[in-house]
């Protein structure tokens, strides 16, 4: 269990911030490196060839880490519908093949796979549970000898509910599909490994459970997919582009593995230092610490919520680090307004109040929160 790191953001001692599912607080380190960053360019005759490589490539090893695969295999990319975006033009579907998503998954994987099916004859496929189902058994049972990829996250950004993509993944390899995943609301908080999983693309953003700052995200593709598609040409992702003096000789050639998927400008001299001091603290803590802690918060409102009558997802069904709260005769009509005016912040999605706490939460926070619902409920 890792100790209340509420000393390393800037959180006031009123406010209870229960909604990094929906965007991270900025972690004092983090700012610190932005603000470095910012003022670098205001001696831009300091800024040397090599600072457009060495941010980035310490940021793809951190990442790279973090999801037990190597550098090579990591691109940078702006937001996690860039690389899914990657992912679609990277992947073969054809007319008549299926492409296997998730009912009320989050659009950033969605709208790629909606154009790449109109382009090719192949169409879309959404998931919905029934009853207790599980999210893997849905998705197994909307598979077929047509499904040519599953684009699903381990996470549902709505409720918290897992997806066991272990066994997706193992039903994707029996068919020849490939598998697509958006770790965003998850990877930070959950431990994942591409080792096991063996994906074909995943996308993360860094806003949420990376601690990062917004428009930096990050693209893994599994090495077979290295010679793949880019979606842009700009000159950092070509072959030699660290020597300067030749930049006007162009070559054809990309970086080596994922590099050629990167984003223009993505030695961002801002971003790139926040992206790498968030990832040093989520390193420093560990993933599996984090979802511990988080974990031990969630489940004390779970108990809560429940002897409230209200209805949360079992243990087995859901992520440690996020509480969907689901009410039998609806949300309460001004919940999340009286929430947020006694300076109490979840989100509400779809028919859930989703509750996602951090290590930044102490005991104060919860208690809080379930008074305020009491009060809501009487």
């Known amino acids: 269990m890792i100790p209340c790191q509420r000393d390393c953001f800037e959180i006031p001692a009123d406010i209870s911030y229960l909604n990094c599912a929906y965007l991270s607080p900025q972690l004092k380190s983090v700012k610190e490196a932005g603000f470095a960053g910012v003022s670098r360019k205001c001696h831009p005759w300091e800024v040397l060839p090599a600072h457009f490589f060495e941010d980035a490539e310490q940021a793809r090893s951190l990442f790279a880490a973090l999801i037990s695969a190597n550098s090579d295999d990591v691109a940078l990319t702006p937001s996690c519908s860039y690389g899914i975006a990657i992912a679609a ?101 959950l431990p994942f490994s591409v080792e096991e999983i063996r994906p074909a693309f995943v996308a993360c953003a860094a806003y949420k459970w990376l601690l990062g700052p917004y428009s930096s995200a990050f693209l893994y593709a599994r090495p ?65 610490a984090i979802q511990e802690t988080i974990s031990a918060k969630t489940d004390y409102l779970s108990e809560q919520a429940l002897a409230l009558g209200l209805e949360v997802l079992p243990r087995s069904k859901r992520a440690g680090h996020i509480l969907g709260i689901r009410f039998p005769s609806g949300v309460p009509a001004g919940l999340t307004d009286a929430l947020a005016e006694n300076k109490i912040f979840v989100s509400l999605r779809g028919s859930a109040v989703r509750v996602a706490p951090h290590i930044y939460n102490n005991e104060r926070d919860l208690d809080r929160f379930v008074r305020v619902l009491k009060s809501a409920l009487s």
């Not at 998705?139 to 684009?151: F, G, K, P, Q, Y």
């Not at 003096?245 to 926040?274: C, I, K, T």
Request: glycine share 6%; with cysteine.
């Open 89 to 189: 033009i990277n992947l073969q579907l054809g007319a008549g093949g299926n492409i296997v998503v998730l009912h009320e998954q989050f659009p950033s994987n969605i709208y790629a796979w909606l154009e790449a099916a109109s382009s090719t004859g192949a169409r879309v496929k959404t998931v919905k549970r029934q009853g207790d189902e599980s999210w893997a058994d849905a998705i197994l049972s909307a598979i077929d000898r047509n499904t040519r990829v599953v684009s699903v996250p381990n996470v549902h950004w709505a409720d918290g509910s897992l997806i066991d993509v272990e066994v997706v993944a193992e039903r994707c390899r029996q068919i020849n599909a490939e598998l697509v995943l958006d770790l965003t609301q998850s990877l930070g908080a």
């Open 224 to 288: 077979d997919y290295h010679q793949g598609r880019a979606i842009e040409n700009n000159w950092l992702n070509r072959k030699g582009s660290e020597q300067f003096s030749d930049l006007v000789n162009y070559v054809s050639d990309f970086q080596p593995g994922a590099r050629r998927f990167d984003a223009g400008e993505r030695s961002n001299f801002v971003l790139l230092p926040m992206v790498i001091a968030a990832l040093k603290n989520i390193q420093e803590w560990t993933v599996p």
